[in-house]
C-alpha cells in the first residue's frame, strides 16, 4: 500500500511558477511510476506528466511540454512537478497517482491516489 499527499498548490497570476510535491508514505521501488494528473471543474481528470522512480523513463501531456518538468528525489520519497509559465488553462485539482511497472498516461492504470491539491491560475 502506497499513500501519497500532495502540496505546493495555490492561487497564482498567468505567467508565474509553482513547484508542486508528492510525498509517498514508504520507499518505493524503481518498479514503481508516478503520475501527475489534473482535474478542471466539469472536466475529466487528465494526464499532466509522470516518471518513473528511477528516473529512467518520463512523459509530458502536449499541453505542457517546455513548462513542466518532473523530477524526483528518491532519498525523501518525494517526486515534484514544476510548473513555469502557468496559464488560466492550468487552473484544476492536481493528483499525484502511482502504479507498479510501466509508466502509462492512462487514468485508470493508477492504484493509488493523492487527495489533490488546487492550482488556480488567473488572468
Known amino acids: 500500500q502506497v499513500q501519497l499527499v500532495e502540496s505546493g498548490g495555490g492561487l497564482v497570476q498567468a505567467g508565474d511558477s509553482l513547484r508542486l510535491s508528492c510525498v509517498a508514505s514508504?520507499?518505493?521501488?524503481?518498479?514503481?511510476?508516478v503520475g501527475w494528473f489534473r482535474q478542471a471543474p466539469g472536466k475529466e481528470r487528465e494526464f499532466v506528466a509522470g516518471?518513473?522512480?528511477?528516473?529512467?523513463?518520463?512523459m509530458y501531456a502536449d499541453s505542457v511540454k517546455g513548462r513542466f518538468t518532473i523530477s524526483r528525489d528518491n532519498a525523501k520519497n518525494t517526486m515534484y512537478l514544476q510548473m513555469n509559465s502557468l496559464q488560466p488553462e492550468d487552473t484544476g485539482t492536481y493528483y499525484c497517482?502511482?502504479?507498479?511497472?510501466?509508466?502509462?498516461?492512462?487514468?485508470?492504470?493508477?492504484?493509488?491516489w493523492g487527495q489533490g491539491t488546487q492550482v488556480t491560475v488567473s488572468s
Open positions: 514508504r520507499r518505493t521501488t524503481s518498479s514503481y511510476a
Open positions: 497517482a502511482a502504479k507498479s511497472l510501466k509508466l502509462t498516461a492512462t487514468t485508470d492504470d493508477y492504484n493509488y
Open positions: 516518471m518513473t522512480w528511477s528516473g529512467a523513463s518520463s
